[in-house]
């Protein structure tokens, strides 16, 4: 068993048992350990059954001993019961000086490497960049579309049931007044009157308990628009995960890219990624579908539409 160094590596030329053959087994000095390099040696040669290395007085090296405390002494290599004495040669070591001549040598290739190839890296970079971007809007264009559509549906269906809410109120103070003026008197409709303000109270309190939320008008008609959304998503098969996926995905690239993502309905990389809300989350605003108002966000989404 002989070791030599070869262009800078130990490599460990041993004659293999079964084969009759020698082998040379090039090692990593601050990577591999004595067990990686009895491993090479079993695999190598299957009729190898035990394999093992000893200091020179006989004491067994551990397989987590590193390859380059193993070289700094002589040892012996033990195959198949057959024991080869092992004899590493002295290695030069480089002066202080010498070593940092050498960083300041390396420090000089790597920064030339930089200078040359890091235009071509960014390029490269760009492009794949510029591409996934290009797909991510390709998936996004479909499903933006059918989103449009669910929102006019939505919105048309809150807006409808705001003017629900108008008539009946109508309809109760009107049938107030008759009863009051033309049937009965304000002495037996008082009563009444108090118990319905009563119930309305409980009406809001109950609604509280059930939303976490105040019964304030513009929320209100908020989480109907998105209750009516997620039914209408749910009915057309409209994936709003994967959709709100997809927008975090663009911005997170867009910002990479350092531009505005167009398909993100204007926002700006550093700007709040839109996403669809779920209707249990506490603060249900019209934000959520972009900086436009209601009314100019409706005309866009018809625009879209068309």
Not at 187 to 202: A, K, L, Q, R, W
Not at 264 to 280: L, Y
Request: charge should be negative.
């Amino acid at each position: 068993v002989t070791v030599e160094y070869k262009h800078g590596f130990p490599v460990i030329s041993i004659m293999l048992p079964s084969r009759k053959e020698r082998c040379q087994f090039p090692v990593k000095p601050l990577l591999m350990n004595v067990g990686d390099l009895l491993k090479d040696l079993k695999n190598e040669d299957r009729g190898i059954n035990s394999a093992a290395i000893f200091s020179e007085d006989g004491t067994r090296v551990s397989a987590t001993t590193p390859i380059s405390i193993l070289l700094t002494k002589n040892f012996e290599l033990v195959i198949n019961e057959t024991k080869y004495f092992v004899k590493p040669p002295t290695k030069d070591y480089m002066s202080s000086e010498h070593c940092v001549e050498m960083d300041n040598v390396k420090s000089l290739v790597h920064r030339l490497y930089i200078a040359l190839h890091a235009e071509n890296h960014q390029l490269h970079k760009q492009g794949q960049l510029l591409e996934k971007l290009e797909n991510l809007k390709g998936e996004l264009q479909n499903l933006e579309q059918i989103k449009s559509q669910l929102f006019l549906k939505a919105e048309a269906k809150s807006s409808q049931l705001m003017w629900v809410g108008l008539a009946l109120m109508s309809t109760q103070a009107g049938a107030l007044a008759w009863l009051t003026w033309w049937v009965y008197s304000w002495d037996i409709m008082e009563p009444v009157t108090y118990f319905i303000t009563y119930g309305s109270s409980m009406g809001f309190y109950a609604y509280f308990l059930l939303t976490r939320q105040d019964c304030v008008y513009p929320d209100v008609k908020d989480r109907q628009f998105l209750h009516y959304f997620h039914r209408g998503a749910k009915r057309s098969s409209f994936d709003i995960e994967k959709y709100n996926k997809i927008k975090e995905e663009l911005a997170e690239e867009s910002e990479g890219y350092g531009g505005t993502c167009r398909a993100c309905d204007g926002t700006t990389a550093t700007g709040e990624v839109t996403k669809i809300r779920n209707v249990q989350e506490t603060e249900i605003t019209m934000d959520g579908f972009g900086n436009l108002d209601e009314k100019s966000l409706v005309t866009s989404c018809a625009a879209l539409t068309n």
